[in-house]
């Protein structure tokens, strides 16, 4: 099951345009779309607002926030949640579960007419997961953009605001460069400097895994792409071995506190 | 009797069957690697129309195993896949970039597709296999570029005499035009909107989005103009056939894959 969400800042605007139809074209008409948002340690389940045609639903910028998130699913499915009392994120449906990935547009925008754009999705199988992202920041980084912007996305199953923390590192120095604590279950923004985007330089977190996402901003136009977790760059067995020694590698960085 | 399906469906010959017929077929088929290799996406690059192609790429075999002196291969076709340019980059950092403008192709303003292959792969004392999804980003009258990652895993590379070239085998085609792929998201309030499909295949595929025919030859590349569409459905004979999307606003663009 996939989920999905927004970014709010002072300067940007988004909109989300769900499909009520998979990639290979079936329809449930069904479904519908409900919002997750974290009150008093509990998720608050409910209808989200929208408005929506024969074939999407579509979440205006006034009713997006950095802590809900979205999901299609059937009026009666929503009934499970009152059995865990509203504890867990749940894997409701399989509707969004397709190959390849069932997606949302994922739409920024500034009041100058800028706008940019991803079919973006956040699946199931990360709620569930703690971990650490780990990606170069100069792949998305412009260096020649008047401002660059990080936001790293984190959705996890409890119903919990916990700080973790962002790193930059220069890894090849060995080095930690930039410290910033963010929140799970939110979509948190980070200003990149220039100075920090360089090739052996990598953001990389403690504890919670996530989605990183780049913006780029110059004379009002504006680029939106996220990046890979690195074991998606590895197709043989090795994989997760490998991924696994590096993030050891780099962990060591930050027990050492080497600044 | 379920299961035993199942079973025939993940033999070679059910596979085969799978394929050729389009009925649940495997989009990715790397069964048939036994050696270390690196797997390219098809990406593509644009210099036509005031257009300049970023890309940007790391070096996975320093970045993973720690390999010295890499170096990476870049092999530039036209839209009719005819190779336009070799490039070799060595002496790579952890992350690299390059300019695909029309200097850079001795003055082509065309578009077409670009592979990128790791050096040294061969030197790992174990099986591997990397994929650089790598980012690609479009730039038109040289404002800040749209950037994207790689859209579908499609060639690898093999060596031949010291000359690199082009294999593709790991998207296949069924006999049938029965894959489906709708894009997921609605086209509207937009002046103009492109689709850049390059044939992932080693076979001619043909498809139609929303019911315009169109075909293509293996490595070939198109635009076509999807302006007037405000859905795009997407039928063809290609197990994985997802363009990227061109939308223009007043002097402002978005570039994604679909």
Request: contains cysteine.
């Amino acid at each position: 099951m996939n989920f999905f969400f927004g970014i709010k800042t002072n300067d940007l605007n988004c909109d989300i345009t769900i499909p009520r139809f998979q990639n290979h074209g079936k329809v449930d008409l069904e479904n519908i779309v409900f919002q997750a948002k974290i009150n008093l340690n509990k998720w608050i389940i409910q209808k989200a607002q929208y408005k929506e045609n024969k074939n999407f639903f579509f979440i205006n910028n006034n009713y997006i926030d950095n802590e809900i998130i979205f999901f299609l699913a059937k009026e009666k499915e929503i009934l499970k949640y009152k059995k865990t009392d509203y504890q867990n994120i749940l894997d409701l449906n399989k509707f969004t579960d397709t190959q390849p990935a069932f997606r949302a547009n994922l739409k920024i925008f500034n009041k100058f007419g800028g706008f940019s754009s991803y079919q973006s999705e956040y699946p199931y199988s990360m709620i569930e997961k703690q971990g650490n992202i780990l990606s170069p920041l100069s792949s998305l980084g412009n260096s020649t953009a008047s401002e660059n912007k990080l936001f790293i996305r984190n959705i996890y199953v409890k119903p919990i605001k916990k700080k973790f923390d962002i790193y930059f590192l220069d890894i090849k120095k060995k080095k930690i460069l930039f410290k910033k604590e963010i929140l799970t279950n939110t979509t948190n923004e980070i200003k990149i400097e220039k100075k920090y985007i360089k090739p052996d330089i990598f953001l990389y977190t403690n504890d919670y895994i996530g989605i990183p996402l780049f913006v780029s901003l110059k004379d009002h136009h504006i680029s939106f792409e996220h990046t890979h977790p690195p074991h998606e760059y590895i197709i043989s067995e090795d994989k997760f071995k490998t991924v696994a020694q590096l993030k050891r590698e780099i962990h060591d960085i930050i027990n050492k506190k080497n600044w | 009797m379920i299961s035993l399906i199942k079973k025939i469906g993940r033999t070679a010959l059910g596979i085969k069957i799978r394929s050729l017929s389009g009925f649940k077929p495997i989009l990715f088929n790397l069964n048939f690697i036994n050696k270390s290799l690196s797997v390219s996406d098809a990406f593509c690059w644009r210099t036509d129309n005031n257009f300049k192609t970023f890309f940007k790429f790391t070096d996975l075999l320093k970045f993973f195993y720690n390999t010295q002196d890499t170096a990476v291969d870049l092999i530039f076709y036209n839209y009719k896949n005819i190779k336009i340019k070799e490039y070799r980059i060595s002496n790579l950092k952890l992350s690299n970039e390059i300019i695909i403008d029309k200097e850079f192709l001795g003055g082509i303003e065309d578009y077409g597709t670009f592979y990128i292959y790791h050096n040294k792969i061969e030197e790992i004392k174990k099986k591997i296999i990397i994929s650089n999804r790598c980012y690609v980003g479009f730039s038109k009258n040289d404002q800040l570029p749209s950037f994207l990652h790689g859209n579908t895993l499609v060639s690898y590379v093999k060596n031949n005499e010291n000359n690199v070239v082009k294999d593709k085998m790991i998207i296949n085609t069924s006999i049938f035009m029965n894959q489906i792929y709708r894009i997921q998201n609605y086209f509207h309030k937009l002046d103009k909107v492109e689709l850049f499909f390059c044939n992932p295949s080693s076979s001619k595929i043909k498809f139609k989005i929303n019911n315009i025919f169109q075909s293509l030859n293996t490595g070939h590349s198109i635009i076509i103009n999807a302006t007037n569409f405000d859905h795009i459905n997407i039928r063809s004979n290609c197990h994985f056939l997802r363009p990227l999307i061109f939308s223009y606003k007043k002097n402002f663009i978005d570039v994604y894959h679909g």
